[in-house]
């Protein structure tokens, strides 16, 4: 399989708390000196693209939180080996910046929901912004960051009875939402007991609206099973992280907003290309790690990963 998609973390900083990332945590943001400058992160997208590399996804912390976004977006699109500039938010800042990220060159957009109810929103996530968000949602659609996608992490005993509403999105809006298994990734956040399957995501959809018809969607970077309520404007997905592996199928590499390269999420193993790029090395030594990197990108999986604890706002998903 050919490894051509890169996610960048362009800061750990976020203006939300949801229970599954922060938690109990006290956050500890990397120093400004130590997270990559927009030039750096434009060479270093420039240079992965000479080595294969064809799709970026702009992620965080909160990716729209970082001052100026719009004009990395600018610099990334111009680059002439990436076909693809997308990014992750949790669209607080969505409905004033949508119009600007599509102008900058950005194709599309993921927008992380875990409720649709004002008050199970507050309480994931620490502040009463939903409505703000799904100003967001319709904003997007509106300027053509398409497809939106929307992804929903399901925990026990906090949103389940969610599910239904969320999938309901999918039928008057021409968006995916997506169903993401909850995988604990260190001992602050909410506990590995409150993973529920997606097989009972489901069937909690199933038992409301109907059967899944299966649906053909175009993105081939991700691990979703895309399915469709019936006569629903979009579609709903399930990523199953937890209940399944598909690390034989993975084409992604990560790039944390301090300057490392994470060829699995859950591996401890990171290569600091910040250190190079400060230190002076030219384009071909850095062009030597990063083929290294992408040869040795299947040593590397969950299976084989070191169980070292992290925390998502420092990786970006």
């Keep these: 399989m050919a490894i051509d998609y890169l996610r960048v973390s362009v800061t750990d900083r976020c203006n939300l708390r949801c229970i599954y990332c922060y938690g109990m945590q006290e956050c500890s943001f990397i120093s400004r000196s130590e997270v990559l400058r927009f030039e750096e992160i434009e060479r270093i997208v420039r240079l992965f ?43 607080v800042l969505l409905d004033e910046m949508a119009e600007e990220l599509k102008a900058a060159g950005l194709k599309r957009i993921n927008i992380s929901v875990d409720s649709a109810q ?9 502040f009463d912004l939903l409505e703000k968000v799904t100003q967001g949602i319709h904003k997007a659609i509106q300027v053509g960051l398409a497809p939106v996608k929307i992804n929903s992490v399901i925990l026990k005993g906090v949103n389940e009875s969610q599910i239904p509403a969320l ?44 059967a899944l018809s299966p649906t053909v969607d175009g993105d081939s970077n991700g691990p979703a099973v895309n399915l469709r309520i019936k006569n629903a404007a979009g579609t709903v997905g399930f990523i199953s992280g937890r209940s399944s592996i598909f690390c034989q199928s993975c084409n992604r590499l990560r790039l944390t907003s301090d300057g490392m390269i994470k060829p699995c999420l859950y591996s401890s193993h990171h290569y600091d290309i910040k250190s190079l790029i400060r230190s002076g090395c030219g384009d071909g030594k850095i062009k030597e790690l990063m083929k290294k990197i992408l040869s040795e990108k299947g040593d590397f999986t969950k299976l084989t990963s070191s169980g070292e604890e992290f925390s998502m706002w420092n990786i970006g998903g």
């Design 49 to 91: 693209g000479e080595c294969g590399i064809r799709k970026v996804r702009l992620t965080g912390g909160e990716p729209l939180v970082r001052r100026n976004i719009s004009q990395l977006v600018r610099k990334l699109v111009a680059i002439d080996d990436i076909n693809e500039l997308t990014l992750t938010t949790n669209g």
């Design 118 to 126: 004002k008050g199970n929103y507050r309480d994931i996530t620490g």
């Design 167 to 210: 999938a309901k999105l999918s039928i008057h809006l021409p968006v995916s939402v997506r169903f993401i298994e909850y995988c604990p990734t260190n001992r602050h956040t909410r506990p590995a007991s409150d993973f529920i399957p997606n097989s009972q995501v489901r069937k909690a959809i199933e038992d409301k609206f109907g």
